[in-house]
């Protein structure tokens, strides 16, 4: 499956994006997603993933209740809704699809977040 991510911009603090992830190629249905983020000099690290199906969704501790992560596999589309965004927000933003062995195995291209404060 290939991923790619947008919808990512200039926000200033409070405000909201919605990150979008086209996937195309195999049956998107049948792949869990996430999304990550890299923020400079810091390590990459999970935002939130949802589940093939949608049965169940994971949300990092620093976005819970700000964060929501869709999907809508008829699209072939995953989205991520930030609110109340916080310059600490601020970092290139990637779509991920999970592999048979279950790992984070297809990566779609980063979309750059900046919340100013």
Avoid: H
């Avoid at 400079?40 to 700000?66: C, Q």
């Amino acid at each position: 499956v290939q991923l790619q991510a947008s919808g990512g911009g200039l926000a200033q603090t409070g405000g909201s994006l919605r990150l979008s992830c086209r996937a195309s190629g195999r049956a998107f249905k049948n792949y869990s997603v996430a999304w990550f983020r890299q923020a400079p000099g810091k390590e990459r690290e999970i935002v939130a993933s949802i589940t093939w199906g949608a049965t169940s969704t994971y949300y990092a501790d620093s976005v819970k209740g700000r964060a929501a992560i869709s999907r809508d596999d008829a699209k072939y589309m995953a989205y991520l809704q930030m609110n109340s965004l916080k310059p600490e927000d601020t970092a290139v933003y990637y779509c991920a699809a999970q592999n048979v062995g279950g790992r984070w195995g297809y990566w779609g291209q980063g979309t750059q977040v900046t919340v100013s404060s």
